[in-house]
């Protein structure tokens, strides 16, 4: 196990816009040294987003019509095509340290795809990996999305795995891009209600087995994201001075 544990802050339901931004602060304050190895676990307001490469070919809906509804679109400096983040799912962003070499980007992928494979075997299903299609499958449809960024050797975004999201809004979009398969979550596949607390204990153990680090979840809520960077700080700090 390192040395410095990975700090878990717990946002609960936020806006993506602000978060996104957030994140590109923490990889920045991460590459600095300023700031331990983050985890922030958190839920999105509804929301479409969609790869550095993506545009609009993969929405069912125009523009206008999510935004009738409410949904915002955003195109993202993450991996990855057009999926849909919302309330009633698990979304774990990742700003770590990676340092320099493809095989350290590939072995965290591979570690992050085990994850949401751990927690799905903990709950007695059988996901499975696609060589061509990212995120986590059961059956023909995808439970996880997986999208990250790389930025001088610190990663950002991370996965997001459906627990008991609503699944219609996926239907206004080309999950993905890929229009012979569908979407599930974990409710849908357990047939009963499950926990998003108890999910995210268990990613988060699965997470410290699969990097071989110590998590340490913050105990106290975060009361907005402008203060996520300063408790950080702070927590870095008190480390260098011990």
């Known amino acids: 196990m390192a040395s410095e544990p990975v700090v878990v ?35 999105h307001e509804p929301v479409f987003t969609t790869g ?22 955003y195109v ?21 340290r990676l340092g320099d070499g493809q095989r350290r980007v590939r072995r965290f992928v591979e570690c992050l ?13 059988a996901g499975w990996l696609d060589p061509a299609h990212p995120g986590v499958w059961v059956g ?11 930025h001088h050797g610190v990663t950002y975004h991370g996965i997001a795995l459906n627990v008991t999201t609503d699944l219609e809004p996926y239907s206004w979009i080309v999950p993905c891009g890929i229009a ?8 849908q596949q ?24 110590d998590v340490q979840l913050d105990p106290e809520p975060v009361p907005s994201l402008a203060a996520v960077l300063e408790r950080l700080t702070i927590r870095r700090a008190a480390v260098t001075r011990s």
């Open 9 to 43: 802050l717990q946002l609960g339901r936020v806006e993506y816009r602000e978060t996104w931004e957030l994140q590109r602060q923490l990889a920045a304050a991460r590459r600095a040294g300023t700031i331990p190895d983050t985890v922030l676990l958190l839920e």
């Open 52 to 73: 550095r490469r993506g545009g609009t070919h993969n929405l069912r809906l125009s523009l206008a019509e999510l935004a009738a509804r409410g949904v915002p679109y």
């Open 76 to 96: 993202t400096d993450r991996g990855g095509d057009v999926t849909y983040h919302g309330p009633g799912q698990l979304v774990a962003y990742v700003i770590l």
């Open 113 to 125: 795809e085990a994850t949401v494979l751990d927690v799905l075997a903990a709950y007695g299903l």
């Open 140 to 150: 023909n449809d995808k439970i996880a999305a997986i999208g990250i960024a790389i």
């Open 180 to 187: 012979d398969r569908g979407v599930t979550s974990l409710a």
């Open 190 to 213: 357990l047939g009963r209600p499950v926990e998003l607390g108890e999910v995210a204990r268990r990613w988060l153990d699965a997470f410290a087995q699969r990097f071989e680090r």
